[in-house]
């Protein structure tokens, strides 16, 4: 078992920024991505980014949010930049092997945006 353990989280005015983090518990084996999901109240959870993206974020981010990882530190980071109240969601990480071995979600840090 895998735990996957987000941070950053918070209340933000609109126009700033938050560093999201997600670490797992241990070395996952095996060739996998990293990412990152929001879901809004009353709406389905959606894509943000993953490890390998590249530049095919959603039109709704892109240009505002960077996925980074870390693998020495078993962490991906999603930074945000230029927050708007349409970005208030629970954020989740994801860790998914390529070949859909396993699937591991954390239990999410709530993003507000708000003045």
């Known amino acids: 078992q895998v735990q996957l353990v987000e941070s950053g989280g918070g209340l933000v005015q609109p126009g700033g920024s938050l560093r999201l983090s997600c670490t797992a518990s241990r070395t996952i084996f095996g060739p996998n991505t990293m990412g990152w999901y929001r879901q809004a109240p009353g709406k389905q959870r959606e894509l943000v980014a993953t490890s390998t993206s590249g530049v095919n974020y959603p039109d709704s981010v892109k240009g505002r949010f960077t996925i980074s990882r870390d693998n020495a530190k078993n962490t991906v980071y999603l930074q945000m930049n230029g927050l708007k109240p349409e970005d208030t969601a629970v954020y989740y990480c994801?860790?998914?092997?390529?070949?859909?071995?396993?699937?591991?979600w954390g239990q999410g840090t709530q993003v507000t945006v708000s003045s």
């Open positions: 994801n860790v998914r092997h390529i070949f859909q071995a396993y699937d591991y």
